[in-house]
């Protein structure tokens, strides 16, 4: 049972290029999730996706864009990388029914010099 | 007013002590309420869903108080494998699709 996959695990990148981060769910869960996590900051939503063929802004979107290219796969990707979204991220997706569980991945860890 | 507060602790307890946290919520509308657990450098992962009657998992208990708008979890006979970061989870107030997250409680069990 693979759950939620992320890739890639850890990445390095300079000021300025892009990537993508992949994620990918096989439990059939309608939502899908990108957070962030940073040292005393706790968890915080980038963006969601409702379901397929939406996406909705968290509460720090800035500097990312997603993309919900089916119901299984929900990307993430930085177009120009900063040092502040240095962090680790992670993809999580949630049950359809009440009270609707999250399941995450194992997280990506990023850093931009 | 913060949409969802923990204490950071840490709480050091040692084996065999009972510990609780509690987490506070500012959205008096929140249908939804998890603890999830963190070990360092993992990802989280649902200990127990919360419900109004309260839940009991082995040695752990969760209770809802929606008047005070607090959530606690209780550990009874703490292990050392219980050491990690607690979160409280409520949904938000964009509805079913968002949930935030409280900052997290460690817990740190010693011999």
């Known amino acids: 049972n693979a759950g939620v996959t992320q890739t890639p695990k850890f990445q390095v990148l300079k000021t300025g290029q892009s990537m993508t981060l992949q994620c990918a769910q096989d439990?059939?869960?309608?939502?899908m999730y990108w957070y962030r996590q940073d040292p005393g900051m706790g968890l915080r939503l980038i963006y969601y996706?409702?379901?397929?063929?939406?996406?909705d802004k968290g509460e720090v979107p800035n500097g990312y864009n997603v993309s919900r290219l089916n119901k299984r796969e929900f990307s993430l990707r930085l177009e120009s990388a900063a040092p502040s979204q240095t962090s680790v991220y992670f993809c999580?997706?949630?049950?359809?029914?009440?009270?609707?569980?999250?399941?995450f991945g194992e997280g990506s860890r990023l850093t931009v010099l | 007013r913060k949409e969802v507060e923990q204490d950071p602790g840490p709480f050091n307890v040692p084996e065999g002590a009972t510990v609780a946290f509690n987490c506070t919520y500012s959205n008096s509308a929140s249908q939804s309420f998890f603890w999830y657990r963190q070990d360092c450098r993992k990802e989280p992962k649902l200990l127990m869903s919360v419900y109004s009657s309260g839940n009991e998992d082995g040695r752990f208990t969760a209770q809802l108080n929606r008047a005070s708008q607090y959530i606690s979890l209780l550990i009874r006979d703490s292990k050392l494998s219980d050491s990690a970061t607690y979160l409280c989870v409520v949904n938000g107030g964009g509805g079913y699709s968002t949930l935030t997250f409280g900052k997290g409680t460690m817990l740190l069990v010693s011999p």
């Open positions: 439990m059939n869960h309608n939502s």
């Open positions: 996706s409702a379901s397929e063929g939406t996406t």
């Open positions: 999580a997706s949630r049950t359809k029914t009440p009270p609707g569980e999250l399941f």
